[in-house]
């Protein structure tokens, strides 16, 4: 329980920085980013950024098994984090049931995933957007694929 605290506060931690210096309307494209303002691609987050985003502070640990359950036993009180985004990585990695990120309730955490995965920038099948696929398993096909 105490890890999944950990990760949520150390991805809100990343999250207050990512907010102040990244354009998430902004995808890069071809790694470069068209805004002269967010110049930076990031391309953990396949997004611009004004510079590359670091953090202080602990780093998440990593649940071995993306089976459809969930590997916390507190998942229900973060139910509400399930289609931020921002925590979409996190939450598959331990909260896959509570947040249907699997098995025929699997779904998209973005609105936005097949107009990322238009014809002219497939990002499903572009190594390049590794990371963005958490967040449109079902586009993607990633149901019960890891996340990133």
């Not at 025929?104 to 572009?126: G, I, L, R, Y």
């Amino acid at each position: 329980m105490f890890q999944l605290f950990l990760a949520i506060f150390t991805t809100y931690l990343s999250f207050q920085v990512y907010s102040q210096t990244c354009n998430p309307q902004d995808l890069c494209i071809a790694g470069q980013c068209p805004d002269p303002t967010y110049h930076y691609c990031d391309t953990a987050l396949g997004i611009c950024c004004t510079g590359p985003v670091t953090t202080a502070g602990p780093s998440a640990t990593t649940a071995s098994s993306f089976n459809c359950v969930d590997t916390e036993d507190n998942c229900s009180q973060y139910l509400s984090l399930c289609s931020n985004i921002n925590y979409a990585a996190l939450l598959s990695k331990y909260c896959r049931k509570t947040c249907g990120m699997c098995g025929p309730n699997c779904k998209d955490q973005s609105s936005e995933c097949t107009v990322w995965n238009s014809a002219s920038d497939p990002f499903c099948t572009d190594s390049f957007y590794k990371n963005v696929t958490c967040y449109c398993a079902k586009t993607c096909g990633l149901c019960n694929a890891p996340c990133g």
